[in-house]
């Protein structure tokens, strides 16, 4: 299994909803993170977890919450989003200590429409 | 800091026209290189990498050599394809907390 798994796909929720997002590898990768990405624009980190500890928090407002339960998942919980929090969120994942030699593994998305 | 650069899009070509995507890099040390490529609404997809000077990345016909001397990875095809439009990041990696710092993008269109 070479995959990033993410879902949903697509998630449309209000500003005062509560949703997760989810992230699953099955490669063994020990180094996850996620990305925020806008429209035209390159991604922006966010969160960094290495071996399961968070070890990147790009300074993120505490609407967004990361978790990550064991070395295959990684989850992005939001709380009282606003609409300029609608983005593709992407998550990613790398063997730990080996992104100079293989980089990152991302991906498709969830596209996320805060209304 | 470290940073990338790659040249501003859009860049519209004809089928089988040549291409260049123009990267250039500030790092310390002596960091990877990458270029991904993100086809619409999909996420980024590892195209080539070099992890060293001189290194040439090669992929699906694209082309990348690391050059040190002039701080250059920049991408190259022979002949693109319809099928060849997204857009290009070219990213690079120099150690540390195991960040991958992305350039802007460069997005190509490519019409029959």
């Known amino acids: 299994d070479t995959e990033v798994t993410q879902t949903p796909k697509h998630l449309v929720m209000g500003m005062t909803n509560k949703k997760s997002l989810k992230c699953e590898q099955h490669?063994?990768?020990?180094?996850m993170y996620w990305y925020k990405q806008k429209a035209k624009k390159p991604p922006e980190l966010m969160f960094v977890?290495?071996?399961?500890?968070?070890?990147i928090n790009e300074s993120v407002p505490s609407r967004f919450s990361p978790e990550c339960p064991n070395s295959s998942l990684l989850n992005l919980h939001l709380h009282a989003l606003q609409p300029e929090d609608s983005a593709l969120y992407l998550c990613?994942?790398?063997?730990?200590?080996?992104?100079?030699?293989?980089?990152?593994?991302f991906g498709s998305g969830t596209r996320l429409t805060v209304v | 800091g470290d940073s990338v650069t790659q040249m501003e899009g859009p860049v519209t070509l004809s089928e089988e026209a040549f291409l260049t995507i123009n990267c250039t890099y500030t790092a310390t040390g002596y960091p990877s290189l990458f270029w991904y490529v993100q086809y619409p609404g999909e996420g980024l997809q590892l195209l080539l990498k070099a992890t060293k000077a001189d290194d040439k990345g090669s992929n699906k016909g694209f082309e990348a050599t690391y050059r040190k001397e002039t701080t250059s990875f920049h991408l190259e095809k022979g002949s693109v394809q319809v099928s060849d439009s997204a857009v290009y990041f070219c990213?690079?990696?120099?150690?540390?907390?195991?960040?991958?710092?992305f350039g802007a993008g460069t997005r190509l269109a490519v019409h029959p």
């Open positions: 490669m063994g990768h020990r180094a």
């Open positions: 977890y290495s071996y399961e500890k968070l070890s």
């Open positions: 990613a994942s790398s063997p730990h200590g080996d992104v100079r030699d293989y980089g990152y593994t």
């Open positions: 990213a690079l990696f120099s150690g540390g907390y195991n960040k991958l710092i």
